[in-house]
T-cell receptor
Framework: KAGVTQTPRYLIKTRGQQVTLSCSPI?????VSWYQQTPGQGLQFLFE???????NKGNFPGRFSGRQFSNSRSEMNVSTLELGDSALYLC????????????FGSGTRLTVV | EDKVVQSPLSLVVHEGDTVTLNCSYE??????LLWYKQEKKAPTFLFML????IEKKSGRLSSILDKKELSSILNITATQTGDSAIYLC????????????FGTGTRLKVLA
């Protein structure tokens, strides 16, 4: 079956712009989580969605937001981009909230210049 | 504050060596611990551990959880160059502000 699909793969934006990243989970997976990965900080949890509702949220500023659609696809939006937002953004899906582990997508590499 | 610490940060070994990677954690109401291998972008799932003392094994890789010591180890025997990757440990708790908290990973390089 198809894995977790993230688009776009790469993105270059300038400071102050906004960006939207997309994630399509594995068919049947209703939970989608987003992580930011940087060399110094590792994977930092952004938020988790389940059945179109945000279930958990990490310690990121309000510029980072997300949503989930009825087909479980999720989008993440970052407004007023800063240089420090340059990172690999990973999306992960799982069957449901609970103890089932993740399947990760290949990520979107965002560079802010 | 909940946290996951992995050691060593990086490791260079030769093919055929055995390595042991460590993960220790402090989380509220532990639920599970996961190991992932990240070669380029997408971390790939290795093991999920929930019960103390029960070894999970897959080929040359094995892992065990020690809830008393709040830690887990990942062993790789007879290492190969294809084992070169970042190995990530993640722990699920119930603090309410995260799904899984990840360590910063151990970067393993296996030389031919």
């Amino acid at each position: 079956k198809a894995g977790v699909t993230q688009t776009p793969r790469y993105l270059i934006k300038t400071r102050g712009q906004q960006v939207t990243l997309s994630c399509s989970p594995i068919s049947g997976h209703r939970s989608v989580s987003w992580y930011q990965q940087t060399p110094g900080q590792g994977l930092q949890f952004l938020f988790e969605y389940f059945s179109e509702t945000q279930r958990n949220k990490g310690n990121f500023p309000g510029r980072f937001s997300g949503r989930q659609f009825s087909n479980s696809r999720s989008e993440m939006n970052v407004s007023t981009l800063e240089l420090g937002d340059s990172a690999l953004y990973l999306c992960a899906s799982s069957q449901e909230v609970g103890n089932y582990g993740y399947t990760f997508g290949s990520g979107t590499r965002l560079t802010v210049v | 504050e909940d946290k996951v610490v992995q050691s060593p940060l990086s490791l260079v070994v030769h093919e055929g060596d055995t390595v042991t990677l460590n993960c220790s954690y402090e989380v509220t109401n532990f639920r599970s611990l996961l190991w992932y291998k990240q070669e380029k972008k997408a971390p790939t799932f290795l093991f999920m551990l929930t019960s103390s003392g029960i070894e999970k094994k897959s080929g040359r890789l094995s892992s065990i959880l020690d809830k008393k010591e709040l830690s887990s180890i990942l062993n790789i025997t007879a290492t190969q160059t294809g084992d070169s990757a970042i190995y990530l440990c993640a722990v699920e708790g119930t603090s309410g502000t995260y799904k899984y908290i990840f360590g910063t990973g151990t970067r393993l390089k296996v030389l031919a």
